[in-house]
């Protein structure tokens, strides 16, 4: 019964989902932000009856609807799985996109195409749930393509912005790159395993490196990852609800719920996880110092995006899928919360961003900023938050895990530094001397975009502990540990507090640092941008010119060409200059070398 209930209720979340997309063209209706608005809230309270009934029963489900029949040994049925992933992400994504939904049509009402902005997110949604519920490669690369077209759509909105257009285009080519990676994937799981069945490959036998490492190149660009990261700090041209959408429950976990999916075929190859390990601390530092120095209140919240998407790959590299799946669903709160904080503080203060620009807010702003503070306090993992039971959790299981300390070292400095740098934008903004030009008061009480703030945040302070008692670790954590391994993560963070602090108390004194490339390094963003973007293509142009210029033109058309067949022709006029003198040893030396060689010639 349960079973059978749990295959009704899915496909009909789905389709509730899809109503505002398919009715009104059939219907002749028109279509508004306010009812897809509540299409989405509707489709939350119905993704909770299957995902209660799955709690209880504890059954996972697979469902075939038809079947493509590519070659006669070749299939490709559209199957779902309903399995804890998919249910406990399901309500989570619906919940938080509610938020974003009903946060935007205050935000974007003087937008002209406020209903194609809202489908378009909606889109968004959809196609990242299709993403968690496949059950095979084919589907998954069909969500996959669709949460990247999206990005590349919402990230560019605003198109007479050139600055919006270039962050668009990044994403997409960046995107492009890990593509390339799941395909050759998939090429080979069609070539080997002769099925697309995630379940099917997924049996744990020893897997090549090389397919797991497109997965992992998959996964590193579309969760920004060190190397293909540019792109995510630059989609924050993009309008706010975007950047909470795309930043908290769809686009960038995408990569991450890959590797969650095909974890088995990972946790049989050790150069596999350690690469993740590795590529994960490094991802989490680098984030962690460029978000530093950011005076983008959307940017510093973007990097730390990246660092927490880094955090999770660590958790990949540790063998511990479930526990990064637990990260991904009590980040999406706190973080779509914090966009719509700063959307809204954006908002007040006329399309100010910086944060050295803002100032006293708590007064002009008491709901909103108490909501930053809750949401960066779950950020940092203060305790009983809910990025504490997820990010306490993973540091535990680093600091007891046979690892190298490399990798431990770093992730153990990237969360000192995420206290640093959110308590720096909580202080900035919310303390301290007013520092924004005279506007006119705000009174945020009447302000429809509250509401979904303050659901985030009861989320935020809530949802830690509710979703850590349906997520059970796979491994039985350690149940003792030295008092210093259990307290890691506390004292990263108190130094971290301590470490901005005395970052902030140096800002107000009048000497300024002499600047060097070394103390640039984060204001920067590690002048990998600078590398990427211009010395890299500047090196190869000059390098084609040259060679174009020197090779080609130079040696075919000049040297070997007119110019060498003339040098030729006057070469050997000189040559025959020389042997036609008029002299008859000349003549007489001529016919004894030519004897000569007749005679060595017969010889032989």
């Not at 590519?70 to 309903?82: A, E, G, V, Y």
């Not at 046979?402 to 919310?430: D, E, K, P």
């Not at 985030?456 to 670790?473: F, K, Q, R, V």
Request: with cysteine.
């Amino acid at each position: 019964m349960n079973m059978t209930l749990l295959n009704t209720l899915m496909p009909l979340t789905l389709l509730t989902l899809l109503t505002p997309i398919i009715l009104p063209p059939l219907l002749k209706l028109k279509n508004s932000p306010p009812s897809i608005s509540k299409t989405v809230k509707i489709t939350f309270l119905v993704s909770l009856a299957p995902t209660t009934i799955f709690i209880y029963s504890g059954a996972e489900s697979i469902i075939t609807y038809w079947e493509w029949q590519l070659t006669p040994n070749f299939k490709i049925p559209l199957t779902m799985k309903m399995d804890l992933y998919s249910m406990v992400f399901f309500p989570i994504a619906l919940f938080v996109t509610w938020s974003i939904l009903e946060f935007s049509t205050w935000y974007m009402a003087s937008e002209p195409f406020i209903t194609k902005f809202f489908t378009y997110l909606l889109i968004f949604l959809i196609a990242m749930l299709t993403l968690t519920i496949a059950n095979n490669m084919f589907l998954l690369f069909v969500g996959w393509e669709g949460v990247g077209i999206m990005s590349f759509l919402l990230i560019g909105w605003w198109q007479g912005r050139a600055e919006a257009n270039t962050a668009a285009l990044q994403a997409m080519i960046y995107n492009r790159i890990g593509d390339i990676g799941l395909i050759l994937s998939m090429a080979w799981l069609a070539s080997t395993m002769n099925t697309w069945e995630i379940q099917q490959i997924t049996q744990p036998h020893q897997t090549p490196t090389l397919p797991l490492l497109g997965l992992i190149l998959a996964a590193t660009g579309k969760s920004s990852q060190f190397g293909l990261h540019p792109w995510l700090p630059a989609a924050m041209e993009g309008p706010t609800p975007v950047s909470a959408l795309l930043h908290s429950s769809t686009m960038v976990v995408a990569g991450i719920f890959l590797l969650i999916r095909t974890h088995p075929f990972l946790s049989s190859n050790k150069t596999a996880l350690t690469t993740c390990l590795c590529l994960g601390a490094l991802s989490t530092l680098f984030a962690a110092i460029c978000a530093l120095t950011q005076n983008d209140i959307k940017k510093i919240i973007a990097f730390s995006t990246s660092s927490q998407l880094g955090l999770m790959m660590v958790t990949i590299g540790l063998d511990l899928p479930q526990l990064a799946f637990l990260h991904i669903s009590t980040h999406a709160f706190f973080k779509a919360m914090l966009f719509l904080c700063s959307g809204l503080i954006i908002h007040s203060l006329n399309g100010e961003q910086d944060i050295r620009k803002m100032g006293y807010l708590q007064k002009t702003l008491p709901m909103t900023t108490s909501c930053l503070t809750i949401g960066n306090l779950a950020l940092m993992g203060t305790p009983f938050l809910a990025g504490f039971y997820s990010k306490d959790l993973i540091i535990e299981n680093l600091n007891t895990s046979y690892i190298n300390t490399w990798a431990l070292l770093l992730t153990l400095i990237a969360t000192s530094l995420t206290a640093t740098y959110s308590l720096r934008m909580t202080l900035l903004v919310q303390t301290g001397y007013n520092r924004s030009p005279a506007i006119t008061p705000i009174n945020e009480n009447t302000t429809p975009a509250i509401a979904p703030i303050i659901r985030l945040a009861l989320g935020s302070i809530m949802a830690g502990l509710l979703i850590s008692t349906l997520i059970l670790p796979t491994k039985t954590p350690p149940m003792t540990m030295p008092l210093t391994t259990k307290i890691a993560a506390i004292i990263a963070t108190t130094l971290g507090f301590i470490l901005a602090l005395e970052i902030l108390n140096t800002t107000y004194t009048l000497t300024h640092p002499k600047q060097n490339q070394i103390t640039n390094f984060s204001s920067s963003l590690g002048y990998f941008n600078l590398l990427t973007h211009r010395t890299s293509p500047m090196i190869l142009l000059n390098t084609g010119q040259k060679i174009a210029s020197s090779l080609i033109d130079l040696t075919w058309y000049k040297k070997i060409g007119p110019e060498g067949l003339a040098n030729l022709n006057l070469t050997m006029s000189k040559f025959s200059t020389t042997l036609h003198t008029g002299l008859i040893k000349s003549y007489l030396g001529s016919i004894a070398l030519t004897i000569l060689a007749t005679l060595l010639l017969m010889q032989k």
